[in-house]
C-alpha cells in the first residue's frame, strides 16, 4: 500500500493551491486520512484530518483557510488551501489508517502508511 501526493508548488501570498493523495494497494477499508506538514527545524504537526464518518479535524492555524475532503470511491484525499501565509510553507505528508482485509477491519486492525511529501512553499 502506498499514498502518493499531489499538488504542491510555490504560490504568492493570499494564493491558493490543493493538494491530492490517493492511497492505493490492498486496502478494504480507509478509517482516517490526513495531511501533515514539516517546515524547516519544526516537528512534523498535523494539518488536517477525515475520518471515514466524515469528522474533520483542523489545526487552529489553518481553520477557516483549509478544507479537507475526500472522494472515497478513489480512496483519495484533498486539501484545499486558501489564503496561504508565508509561514505554511512546509513540506506536505499525506497519511492513511487503513485495514488491508476484512479479517482486519472486523478486529479492528488498522496499519498506517505515509507519503512521500510535496513541497509548499509560500512567498512573494
Known amino acids: 500500500v502506498h499514498v502518493a501526493e499531489s499538488g504542491g508548488g510555490l504560490v504568492q501570498p493570499g494564493g491558493s493551491l490543493r493538494l491530492s493523495c490517493a492511497a492505493s494497494g490492498s486496502i478494504f477499508s480507509i478509517d482516517t486520512m490526513g495531511w501533515y506538514r514539516q517546515a524547516p527545524g519544526k516537528e512534523r504537526e498535523l494539518v488536517a484530518a477525515?475520518?471515514?464518518?466524515?469528522?474533520?479535524n483542523y489545526a487552529d492555524s489553518v481553520k477557516g483557510r483549509f478544507t479537507i475532503s475526500s472522494d472515497n470511491a478513489k480512496n483519495t484525499v484533498y486539501l484545499q488551501m486558501n489564503s496561504l501565509k508565508p509561514e505554511d510553507t512546509a513540506v506536505y505528508y499525506c497519511?492513511?489508517?487503513?485495514?488491508?482485509?476484512?479479517?482486519?477491519?472486523?478486529?479492528?486492525?488498522?496499519?498506517?502508511?505515509w507519503g512521500q511529501g510535496t513541497q509548499v512553499t509560500v512567498s512573494s
Open positions: 477525515l475520518t471515514s464518518g466524515r469528522v474533520t
Open positions: 497519511n492513511a489508517h487503513y485495514a488491508p482485509t476484512v479479517r482486519d477491519y472486523q478486529g479492528g486492525r488498522y496499519l498506517e502508511v
